[in-house]
């Protein structure tokens, strides 16, 4: 008795990473238990019935499931706490969704007692047709998703042998000209196609594209890429063309400003979601083509509406993307039983180890509040508190100073609030990218700084996602939007491209002390120190007398 | 039966008959004999006898011991062996029971329910009564009455009309007729050409009653079938409407069996599923440790005042909820675990005004002790506690909830189930768990219920029930199957382990189920002495206990000394914390997961109640690093000076009057001033001085230093005085006193006539002048004997008859009373006074006469 791993009373496995079995370990816990938390020595791994019952649709049993649990653990393990696993996969395929000759999708069962419970449900009634025999029932069609997420909810999941339509064919090809997908992105495509659809996290800067291409290279179908804004979708389509046998013109881009439908199209999210005189004109999208692979760029930023529109899409093959699949709203869930279950997940600090990803170095600057900013703030109204300290005047001087010491190297200021981003920018004399800039001016200024004649970029949030600075190596952090974990990662994410001469990144968020700006912070990072990444506190006082 | 030659007459003389050694083994079986110790066999045999004594003693027979008293009752009495064994294994004879039969009776004749020898065995006439059946209590072999019994107050005309039709010769009296039918019934050869001729549908209706219950309804004018059965005495009218079937009859058709189906052999306990020893101690072990961790944690949560004591004594609902969450368990394991604690003398009430449950001082030993002593505590405490956990949160017999340390959780066969429950475990090969329903049906057939089953499950199987799963929560049992430290604490020997098999595989698979071949004979022979263990005596469970004290220390998990600092600023300890690290920790940190290891987390509330409690910045920099594997994360270091700093900037205390002046000089003068001292002044700003004296003795104080100090209010303004009107706050007026009580309302009135007439009705009544005369008014007074003669005879005749009674709270008074039972000390009857049957206690009888017929 004497493994690497403690099982825990609220099922939480904790894994003692430095032990010498720890990595024969993480891998027979992987399947069933998410990784919760990955600081330095001790991992957290979390064992949930969503966790049991996609290991157990992968094709592990419970017995494996003890196994691994009582080979591990360095404790004996609670004799409860097995019973209830066996318990909890034993619900799993008692359904199964199943394509059925003459009466289409059909819900058949080897237990009729659960059938009898699932059918007396109010929210299963609407969506199941007529009842074919004693333990079979129809399926609309149509409603594959929401019963299979209804019944997850239930603690019935049904497994879905219904299979996948393959779409119209289309030759797509990787063009491997001097690279090759990395050990992990191999590993995450191969996870992803075998398992049918699910959702792939991994690292900003770890190259999730290229996990799209090398998943349409193996679909080779017609494909949908979902992605967050129209600077995003150039970047795919740029990244497409160099990495793949596409060409431009077989790549559409269904944006705003254009209504391009082509073998393989790229959409923002926002264009779906347009909704005029109470429908979604954009919806037929979905229908335009026979897609055989659709592609949800950044997933954790789904948005309500397409989770529904998803939901009719159980027979097309599913694809997300993901850094941080943290949700404030809670709908983690939902983006599991709708897209599908975590094929492929990587802790950062791994990739970093592989050299694929630069090693960061994270601080918090705490300022203080001069003594009037105090007063005005203890006497700010609730809702403009968070505002107040989060513009003070204090953080100028310290991101000046931060400016002034990696004068040079190219950085990024980040911040949330127009106001303080613009008074930045005059002082720092550095370009600001806003909501108001237009495409071409963004991405004049992007260029400008790839090529390195602006050293210093004062962006908003509207930059948070997927834009591409290779060469950003300092990221100043002056606001965000309240509490967002996953927010934070994505702004680290700017600075982890690894860097041409090696070294490495600094990521800088700058806090007012004693104020709920401190709360959230410590909110935000926890993302990130649940991953290992350590943050450094420094008191403004000290960063100013060293530069 | 040690002299066949004469065999005894009566219970008296066969207890006579027996040695010592068998009358002590009566003695142990019925201890209820010697409590106080009889005079003489005579009375011996007299209390062995008593309804009371009796049934205790039936109530304490295994399933098959029972069905042998039970066939017993409805054969003849006496009884031969031979009628005996073909009651119970039929005509065709069952080798199983054949086999199991003498020790049946064995038990029954040791407990001296049975007597006389192997021609003429006797049941006791109390127990015949009890078992025997009758119209109200139906016999659980479903037999009916004999058929001279059925036929009691048959018209001697209508017998023989039946012995006609039966095709038997007509008698000269009904005696011999009846002997003559008795004997065609139980005539296997006779009997089965009577019935082939029979209509079919008749023998249906036979089949019907055959296994009971025998008795079934007729219209006036029966069917042809039924006319049939009733012709020949097959069935035999009870009352109008009403049949039943002879036992004879019954018999015959039974192929002489009494009991549907004799169970000679208790049900195997089958185990479930085999683990491997060394996986079932170590998680035993594991849940020991958990046990000790859970009661701590429970006592600790109570440290600062533990909830209230309900005023009927206990723990509110509220409470024990408000400790589920705390202990993050379900509630009814939550109760097990304060009545646990409750139990091994841990935590009591304090017994003060606001009375409230805290910690013993005996708790503070408890800690002390090593981990494996405590546990033994806790481990002896339950096996022997008569309270059960298990009724919490239901209700007794009055319909009030049961509340965890409250009153009416006792129950006095608890010990003994656990025990027995745990016995049985022994009996199986190591490490098997059984299923648990096979020991339920194990312990029903080792002590079955009596009569009629009522709904639910009951006390036993419900205690046995709660036996495991709490056998299991104390890690006496790991995966269901007795652990060595369990066994220990049993007193059981230890199995001998033979080499251990090379493990295969990892652990040992859970669901899966593992058939033994049959055990060699001496394991045999040992489990069978496993399985008939003993409770022990309270100095041989003490060494059991330390026994198993010593199998367990091995396998308790060593406390630790440092834990692991993380950037997320967590504290994972990887195994249990030595005490004084686990209590300075549990203040620095909150506890975020619990189990094998516990997760903490550092907040800054979490540090601030650290500093509260007097620690430094420093000491907890210090302590961080002592019991630190690695460097201390820079966030964490961080975090507590960053607390630290903003600790203590505001200062908070109580003063109730201050004084304040513009000029501190004065206030200098002041505190310089001797006359000062009682006042206790402080300064708390050059210009404020604070004290706990009230404002007025500060004025009065200051005044007769000199000064002239002027009150302030509370919003700084100076204070006028003035004669204020006093105030109390709001009363209501008091209530009306009237002279007299309220006139009576109508059915008080009823009320108080009836009891008036009552006992005009017993004063005056004539009475028949007996031995003692009886003046008026006084109550009557005859000796014990004398009552319940008199009662006894009262049942009989119907009569009225006049007491004197003195009630629970010594209150005298007479009753006019119609006895309708005397029984166990009591005596039941139509109480005229009250207008209703009551019972009444003889001994509170104090006399008894019989009144003149009206």
Redesign the interface.
Known sequence: ?NGPL?????K?L?L?VDHERADDCRRAIAPFAELE?A????H?YRVTPLGLWNARAAGHD??QV???L??Y???????AL??DI?ETMDRYGRLTLSKHPAHGLVLTTTDRPVLEEILRSKRIIPLVGSRIDPDTVAVHPSERGQIKQTLLKLGWPAEDLAGYVDGEAHPIELAEDGWALRPYQKQAVENFWHGGSGVVVLPCGAGKTLVGAGSMAQAKSTTLILVTNTVSARQWKHELVKRTSLTEDEIGEYSGTRKEIRPVTIATYQVLTTKRKGVYPHLELFDSRDWGLIVYDEVHLLPAPVFKFTADLQARRRLGLTATLVREDGRESDVFSLIGPKRFDAPWKEIEAQGYIAPADCVEVRVNLTDSERLAYATAETEEKYRFCATTATKRKVTEAIVKRFAGQQILVIGQYIDQLDELGEHLNAPVIKGETSNAQREKLFDAFREGEISVLVVSKVANFSIDLPEATVAIQVSGTFGSRQEEAQRLGRVLRPKADGHQAHFYSVVAR?TIDQDFAAHRQ?FL??Q??????VDADELLAEG | MSNPATPPRSLAEALRARDDASLALLLRARPDLITPVPTDLTQLATRAGTRASVLRALERLDRFTLQTAEALAVAGDPASYGELQRLMAGDAGDPAVAAALPHALGALRDQALVWGDDERLRLVRTAREVLAPSPQHPSPTGLGPTVREATTGMSPGRIQEILTAAGLPSTHDPVSAVDKLTALFGHRKKMARLLAAGPAESLEVLGRLVWGPPYGQVTPEPAAHLRWLLDRGLLLPTAPGTVVLPREVALHLREGRAHREPEPVPPAVEPAATHRPPVVDATAAGQAYTALATVEELLKDWDEGGPAVLRAGGLSVRDLKRTAVALDVPEPVAAFWVELAYAAGLLASDGEADERYAATPAYDEWLDRPPAERWSRLAEAWLTATRSSGLVGGRDAKDRALSALGPGLDRSAAPEVRHRVLALLAGLPEGAAPAAGSVLARLRWERPLRGPQQQGEDLRTRLARWALSEAEMLGVTGRGALSAHGRALLGAPPVPRTAEPAAEGPGDKLPVRHHHGVPSLTALTALTALATLEPLSPPEQAVATANAGRLLTPLLPEPLDHVLLQADLTAVAPGPLRRPLADALGVLADVESKGGATVYRFTPASVRRALDAGRTATDLHAFLATHSRTPVPQPLSYLVDDVARRHGHLRVGAASAYVRCDDDTVLGEILADKRAAALRLRRLAPTVLATQADPATLLEGLRAMGYAPAAESAEGDVLITRADAHRTPPRTAPEPVPDGPPPPDPTLLAAAIRAIRAGDLAATTPRKSSGTSVQGGELPRTTAAETLATMQAAVLTGGTLWIGYVNAEGTASQRVVAPIRVEGGFVTAYDHTADEVRTYPLHRVTGVAELAEE
């Open positions: 008795m403690i099982v825990q009373s609220d939480t904790l003692e938390r600081p330095e020595h001790i957290t419970a017995e003890v196994d691994a009582v080979e653990s360095r404790y004996p393990v609670p004799h097995l019973v066996a004693d926890r120190a649940e290992g990444y350590a943050y450094r506190i």
